[in-house]
């Protein structure tokens, strides 16, 4: 039981220091606000999620976020790292969760599409409520600029409501593709490793 726990929390650590280093390599999409910058993080996570499980999923964001946070210093007190976890958590727990009932791969598919829906329902609300709202107050920059920024690169954007319609929800739902493909190429050519 020691050892089974102990090689656990190693692959725990392990894929939390991958998602962390993948978090790193993070770049703006030309279509979107620059703030949103897209990385490929979740995939470790996804892929711990699916070997070990959807609490390990969540200990695997959490160190993602805890080794962000403790390397590269926060610009939105910390709320865009707490975003940052909640929205992940979106994503990867359903999708962990459908998947591990049966393992097969149309259960994979069914589970990132689950998680995609989820994790792109939490952005919206989160960025509308909570992540617009904290970079206007830590950026000191009026709700009307950020705005202003996404009209520059979609017309249709007039509100919050408009921006997390047109720049947060379409990049969210690039993301959860991306990760999604990502992680069905890699996850059985990885799995066994995880399994041992």
Known sequence: MK????SLLAKIAVLGAIAFVLMLFDFPLPFIPPFYKLDFSEVAVMIGGFALGWP?????????IILKCLFKATD??????????LIGCAFVVPA????????????AI?????????????GLVLNALV???AYSYFYHMPMDALIGMGTKLVPMIKDRFTFVLFATTPFNIIKSVLIS??????????????HR
């Open 3 to 6: 050892n089974n726990t102990t």
């Open 56 to 64: 390990s999923a969540i200990a695997i964001e959490a160190l993602k």
């Open 76 to 85: 939105t007190a910390f709320i865009g790292e707490i975003a940052s976890f």
């Open 96 to 107: 962990a969760i459908i998947y591990g009932r049966h393992k097969t791969r149309s259960n």
């Open 110 to 122: 069914k589970g990132l599409a689950v998680g995609s829906i989820c994790m792109i329902i939490t």
């Open 131 to 133: 992540l617009l709202p």
């Open 181 to 194: 493909v990502i992680t069905i190429l890699l996850y059985k050519r990885i799995s066994p490793l995880l």
